[in-house]
């Protein structure tokens, strides 16, 4: 079930990230530090997601935030039935995060929950009855006539930034045994080049760039 709120673990995971900067040496500090200003004050760069990973005790928290082109192929609010119907199907896709973060097989890792936050998802929702008695307006239109009422919708909302925010809550049966994450994103939605990632583990907090090439995180 897809949950449209915002959680209140978006707090914890930036609080904890925090109390791990302060532990690192003043070199690593200086670098997760700036990664983290880079990270908090929405950098907004097409193909490229931010995510946060905590693992405490048997739980692991993950939260990633991607510019919404990654994972629709737009921005502007959904004007047509094909667009919204790309953004529902996107958010179930998001969803499923037990296929898209694949832990260490011998941890028994779990997805506990899903939050999917996104302007684009709500829109959709809210506008969909006008928006269908809309085309059937514009079914009746000149492809020219359609063409400009679609340009203009696009420009509309050219200027606002859209986002994806996801929040996953993973419990694992034997959280010893956890070494790795394997990140599935790439295959699902080609519009994400890499991910920029801050970790915290009991061994402490790294950074990590994630890739279709290089999407396995030690940890």
Known sequence: MIMLRTSPRH???VALLALGLVMLSTTSD???ADHTHHRQHGSHLHGVAQMNLVVEGEKVFIELESPAMNVVGFEHQPSTSAQRIAVREAAAKLENGGSLFVFSEKAGCTLVSATIDSALLEHGKEEQAYGDSLEEHHAEETPEEKH?????AESHGAEKHS???????????????????EVNLFEVFPGFEHIDAQIL??????GAKISARNNRVDL
């Open 201 to 206: 583990t009991t061994s402490g907090q790294s």
């Open 163 to 181: 986002e994806f925010e996801v929040s996953y809550q993973f419990t694992c049966a034997s959280p010893k045994k956890l070494r790795a994450l």
């Open 148 to 152: 400009q009422h679609q340009a203009e």
């Open 30 to 32: 200086l670098s997760a």
């Open 11 to 13: 707090v914890y995971l």
